[in-house]
């Protein structure tokens, strides 16, 4: 003798107690109502089948050496992270020499001119003057220097 | 054996060190670690993105963002819920730069060819029947391919790689309450699909 329609477990708790997503109230509450209905273990047996179906799926062959390729990939980005910091501080490096050239240049010029070197009406060995051109020849030799850095390291990736 | 692995003790506390040695930049361990999860880890972003070439070059760059994001990795946090999300991520950024894509999108998304339960279906009845005795797995695995992504990523983290609902919430980055909905939708469409090729489905 079947039992009503509206004794049965509805279809949401049977694939949620398939998927192991009741709680054990509910869970324990359905067995129950299973052991005494067959409809309702009928369909548990269903639901179960899709479960265990679903554990066993044909399992996909992993593309060739996907190991090998990938540490190839992050050798290669650990390389360019490198590459990144080592033209950073060389970029660095190279604007404090130019400083450091600028600063003992304008000590000799200074000294050799009497502090006076008068070119166009602007004289080149006042603090400000001297400072504003060297500033402006650190930053044009590190954009040309960034310039070089860039191309060699685009090249570097088209040999990759 | 997969689960074997992951249940055990030593095993899980080779995972820690390694994991520990990966924060110090070690590259043994990193290396490792990708020998340890490749498997799972292609098959989560297969299953999820279906197409083998996006599924290798996201998980390389799975591996590429692990690397960078190590540093900050909370070690109290399950390795392999981070690492998942970490792939989740990715998938749904690489998505995102498909015009007119997205992870809920529906079984006929970005497929424009015959679908494969269709593929199977189309044979003659004996080869059918062939199919259903010894090809169910692949049937099953077919039907599974025609749903949602956001249905085919539950079914194989719960499924195949045996994630707690709370771990899954992790992954996805979801609500515990939307695992269960979502779950519970995958499964029906999986087997209104099944039936609608195969009355009565999978039973064992």
């Known amino acids: 003798m079947s039992e009503p329609e509206s004794h049965h477990a509805d279809a949401e708790t049977l694939a949620l107690a398939a998927a192991g997503a009741l709680d054990i109230q509910e869970q324990r509450h359905l067995e129950e109502h299973a052991r005494e209905c067959p409809a309702c273990r009928r369909e548990m047996e269903i639901w179960s089948g899709y479960a265990l179906g679903l554990r066993q799926l044909p399992q996909p062959a992993i593309p060739a050496h996907l190991l090998e390729r990938t540490r190839t990939r992050l050798v290669q ?30 000590f000799v010029a200074r000294i050799v001119t009497g502090g006076e070197l008068v070119i166009m009406g602007a004289n080149l060995v006042r603090f400000g003057t001297w400072s504003a051109g060297s500033t402006v020849l650190v930053w044009l030799t590190a954009a040309v220097a960034a310039i070089a850095l860039g191309r060699r390291r685009r090249e570097l990736r088209r040999v990759l | 054996m997969i689960l074997a692995a992951a249940m055990n003790p030593d ?43 996006a599924a290798d070059d996201l998980f390389q760059q799975t591996w590429l963002r692990v690397m960078e994001k190590i540093g900050r990795y909370d070690a109290r946090r399950n390795f392999e819920s981070w690492l998942f999300s970490v792939a989740h991520n990715l998938a749904i950024d ?111």
Do not use: N
């Not at chain 2, 506390?13 to 990966?22: N, T, V």
């Not at chain 2, 771990?167 to 980055?173: L, M, Q, R, S, T």
């Open chain 2, 94 to 204: 690489a998505w995102r730069g498909k015009r007119g894509e997205s992870l809920d999108h529906g079984a006929d998304a970005g497929d424009s060819s015959e679908p494969a339960c269709e593929r199977l279906r189309a044979g003659d009845p004996d080869a059918l029947e062939r199919l259903l005795d010894f090809e169910r797995g692949a049937m099953l695995a077919a039907c599974m391919h025609e749903l949602p992504a956001i249905h085919r990523e539950v079914l194989t983290l719960r499924f195949e790689e045996e994630m707690k609902l709370e771990e899954i919430a992790e992954v996805a980055g979801i609500p515990l309450s939307t695992v269960k909905s979502r779950l519970k939708r995958a499964l029906e469409g999986l087997r209104a699909a099944m039936e609608a090729r195969l009355p009565g489905g999978p039973r064992t």
């Open chain 1, 77 to 106: 980005e650990r390389a360019a992270a490198a590459d990144r910091r080592w033209d950073e501080l060389m970029l660095g490096a190279l604007a404090l020499f130019a400083w450091t050239v600028g600063l003992t240049f304008w």
């Open chain 2, 11 to 53: 095993a899980f506390s080779g995972a820690q060190d390694a994991i520990a040695r990966m924060r110090r930049g070690d590259p043994d361990a990193l290396a490792a670690m990708i020998s340890r999860y490749q498997h799972r880890l292609y098959r989560y972003l297969l299953r999820l993105v279906r197409e083998p070439a």
